[in-house]
């Protein structure tokens, strides 16, 4: 069993940065992918990025690549979300989940999420 809390989202402008943290419980963490994903108003849940147990980052969102980058603490049973020069349509829920698995497509499941941390980026 994995609990994850999410922290560090905000009400920023268009330009500036955030990180994203999400806190897990349980002995298990360091062997799951990790995998931030968002949901913005009136849209579906959609992947921004995952990485490898060993913090390897496995696969970034088109939307993601160049401006964010995820890494991990298994020692401290962190996992972060830097995220860089925020647009007005990063503006989202953000999501940390455990044990992420693309099914097909933009289809992905996860075996863990946490509650989400909102993220509004204004222009």
């Known amino acids: 069993q994995v609990q994850l809390v999410e922290s560090g989202g905000g009400l920023v402008q268009a330009g500036d940065s955030l990180r994203l943290s999400c806190a897990a419980s349980g002995r298990t963490f360091s062997s799951y992918i990790m995998g931030w994903f968002r949901q913005a108003p009136g849209k579906e849940r959609e992947f921004v990025v995952i990485?490898?147990?060993?913090?390897?980052?496995?696969s970034y969102a088109d939307s993601a690549k160049g401006r964010f980058t995820i890494s991990r603490d298994n020692a401290k049973n962190t996992v972060h979300l830097q995220m860089n020069s925020l647009k007005p349509e990063d503006t989202a829920v953000y999501y940390c989940a455990a044990d992420a698995r693309r099914l097909s497509g933009s289809r992905w499941s996860a075996g863990y999420w946490g509650q989400g941390t909102q993220v509004t980026v204004s222009s």
């Open positions: 990485i490898s147990p060993s913090g390897i980052p496995i």
